[in-house]
């Protein structure tokens, strides 16, 4: 997978390899230029092509002394007709099924959770009325008319009941009944006798009786109901804990499926070469390692790169498909280098391929979701019992042009950051000396990386009957 050389330079490689891949015929292999090189072109219709690649990978770790080898790229292609194909595909479609179930359930419950959090508000609302009007805060008693008109709406149905606080003064003419029962406010059933005979007793027996009969059942139905509403806020509340683990748990089980789709696809640009014809049966492999060894700062590195160009061939035994078995044609590049652990790290970042591309986008959408619902839903479960890291952001960097404006703040936070106990160090140029004690080291990690290939590169040919010296 050939990058360009804005890509390299891009990660700090400066010197991009121009090699005579063909004859006469150099080009840019998208790769930093190595310490060495050595190429092997091992083809052989009998022969299995996984053996070079295990063999090579045996001596670097056992004889070479690499202790850790990083597998960099792993992608293949196979022509349309042949078994491989079908296998293959037959296998990615199994997959992918997989996946759309789960991808459809956690759509469903992200829904889901919308409708919980919205239940969770309409409770919240609805229990800060009781909460108020069981205090003495300025607003008991606007908190008690509310839930007064909600006990006349929907328990008593409102003027339809004739019955109802409304329907009693209309029908029965006891006009006054609604501005008493909506001023009168004891706080429980047991106060409703005392209340209403002290401040209304100057109203007829008749008045009285009802609205006596009237207060007593909205205090019943206030008490009870509050006590529904918090039970029902506990199961809520933990049942949406339970929900988002759930939407949390079907999130890792489908990590996987998704990073085997990706590796199971074809890769495109080998699909397009002349070396894959539809009906031939043919395949194409791409792998890549990186074997790295050394305790210093300067690490031996060898890349190992492997394009195979295979026969596959299905092994079938007592009517069961077993897989394919690849013949035909490796191409093997070793190169050398020496590398920091920094390089190492900008190198396999250049080379990453897109497997979590997929997952990105779930994950994407499932926190535009979640953030849709703004804070309520963190404060809901965190309230359940859920912790979450917050993460704290790094300080931007100073912009290098800053306006008059900007200067002067920027200059008083300079003034006072002088007055603080500890400065940070500010980071040094190297030195000249640093710089030759790098090179130094830099080109004996080189040497004796090469030493460590050109064993590999020998040793492969003798061991494979190839002319050698």
Not at 77 to 98: C, I, P, Y
Not at 101 to 113: D, N, P, S, Y
Request: include cysteine.
């Amino acid at each position: 997978m050939p990058l360009t050389e804005g890509d390299l330079k891009k990660f700090g490689f400066d010197e991009i390899e121009d090699s005579e891949e063909f004859r006469q015929s150099r080009i840019k292999t998208g790769y930093p230029t190595p310490a060495r090189r050595y190429r092997i072109h091992y083809e052989g219709y009998n022969i299995s092509i996984e053996e070079p690649y295990f063999w090579t990978l045996h001596y670097l770790r056992y004889f070479g002394g690499f202790p850790r080898i990083d597998k960099i790229t792993d992608v293949f292609a196979a022509a349309e007709n042949s078994a491989f194909f079908g296998a293959s595909q037959q296998r990615l479609g199994l997959q992918q099924d997989k996946v759309s179930q789960f991808l459809a359930t956690i759509g469903k419950m992200v829904r889901e959770l919308f409708q919980l959090v919205r239940e969770m508000r309409i409770l919240d609302e609805r229990l800060s009325y009781y909460s108020d009007s069981y205090t003495n805060s300025p607003s008991a008693e606007s908190a008690e008319i509310t839930l007064k008109g909600i006990w006349v709406d929907l328990v008593e149905q409102g003027a339809k009941n004739p019955a109802s606080v409304y329907g009693m003064a209309r029908e029965v003419q006891f006009t006054t009944l609604p501005d008493l029962f909506f001023s009168t406010h004891p706080k429980k059933q047991e106060d409703v006798d005392i209340v209403v005979e002290k401040e209304r007793g100057q109203f007829n027996r008749k008045v009285r009786e009802v609205l006596k009969r009237k207060l007593r059942s909205f205090l019943a139905w206030k008490e009870h109901t509050y006590e529904e509403l918090k039970n029902r806020r506990k199961f809520t509340l933990k049942y949406l804990r339970q929900h988002f683990e759930i939407i949390r748990m079907y999130m890792t089980w489908v990590k996987p499926y998704l990073k085997n789709i990706q590796r199971m696809q074809l890769d495109q640009s080998r699909v397009d070469t002349p070396d894959l014809i539809v009906a031939f049966e043919s395949s194409m492999i791409e792998v890549e390692i990186l074997a790295i060894k050394g305790k210093d700062a300067i690490k031996q590195c060898i890349l190992m790169h492997y394009l195979f160009r295979t026969r596959p061939e299905m092994s079938y035994s007592q009517e069961y498909q077993r897989g394919p078995l690849h013949l035909g044609r490796v191409e093997m590049d070793f190169r050398a280098y020496a590398w920091t652990d920094a390089e190492i790290d900008n190198y396999k970042k250049m080379r990453e391929h897109e497997d979590m591309q997929l997952l990105g986008v779930i994950d994407g959408s499932v926190r535009a979701a979640l953030e849709a619902l703004g804070d309520e839903l963190m404060r809901y479960l965190k309230e359940a019992g859920e912790e979450f890291v917050e993460k704290k952001e790094m300080p931007k960097p100073p912009a290098k042009q800053a306006g008059p404006f900007l200067s002067v703040f920027q200059g008083f936070a300079e003034l006072f950051g002088s007055f603080r106990a500890k400065k940070t160090p500010a980071l040094k140029k190297p030195s000249q000396t640093d710089l030759m004690k790098e090179a130094i080291a830099r080109s004996k990690a080189e040497d004796s990386v090469k030493k460590v290939m050109w064993n590999t590169y020998h040793h492969f040919k003798k061991q494979h009957d190839m002319l050698n010296w």
